[in-house]
Structure formats: C-alpha cells, structure tokens
Nanobody, 123 residues
C-alpha cells in the first residue's frame, strides 16, 4: 500500500505561482510513475503531468507545458508541482497519483491517489 498526501493549495491571483507537494509513504519502492491530475466542477479528471520516480523524466500535456514543472525529492519521498502564470481556468482540485506501470495515461491506470488539494485562481 502507498499513501499520498497533497498540500500547498490555496487562493492565488491570475499570473501568480503556487507549489503543490505530494508526500508519499508506504511501499513506494515498487512505484515507477508519479502523476498529477486536476478536476474542476463538472469536468473530467485532467492529466497535468507525470514524473518517473527513478529517472526523473517528466511528461506534460500541451495545456500546461511551459507553465507547470514537476520535480521529486527521492530522499524525502516528495513530489512537487510548480505552477506559474496561473490562469482562472487552472482552478480545480489537484491530485497526485502513483502507479507501478510506466505509461502516464489514462487516470484509471494509476494505483493510488491522494485526497486532493484545492487551487483557486481568482482576483
């Protein structure tokens, strides 16, 4: 079992930045990929990026490429989502997820999920 806890969400103005953290614990030695997703009210869960736990290789969709950056601290079992130039449409609950496999999509392929943290972009 793997436990994931997100933190760092909050209210930020358009154009601002926010860094989310995901603390992983439990049997993480078998985890290969850590992903970040978001879900806005009435919308499907959207992929915003992933990172290979071992190599650090990252993957981003075009919607956030150049604005969002994922990194990890293996020693502390932490994964970060740095979000810059935030827009109102980035408002959502953000989730981190972990999986044993190597493909970054679809969301249903992830084995573990955190409880989510709310990010609101508004003036």
């Amino acid at each position: 079992q793997v436990q994931l806890v997100e933190s760092g969400g909050g209210l930020v103005q358009p154009g601002g930045s926010l860094r989310l953290s995901c603390a992983a614990s439990g049997s993480i030695s078998s985890i290969n990929l850590m992903g970040w997703f978001r879900q806005a009210p009435g919308k499907e869960r959207e992929f915003v990026g992933a990172i290979s736990w071992n190599s650090g290789t990252t993957y981003y969709p075009d919607s956030v490429k150049g604005r969002f950056t994922i990194s990890r601290d293996n020693a502390k079992n932490l994964v970060y989502l740095q979000m810059n130039s935030l827009k109102p449409e980035d408002t959502a609950v953000y989730y981190c997820a972990a999986k044993y496999g190597f493909s970054w999509y679809p969301p249903s392929s992830y084995n573990y999920w955190g409880q989510g943290t709310q990010v609101t972009v508004s003036s």
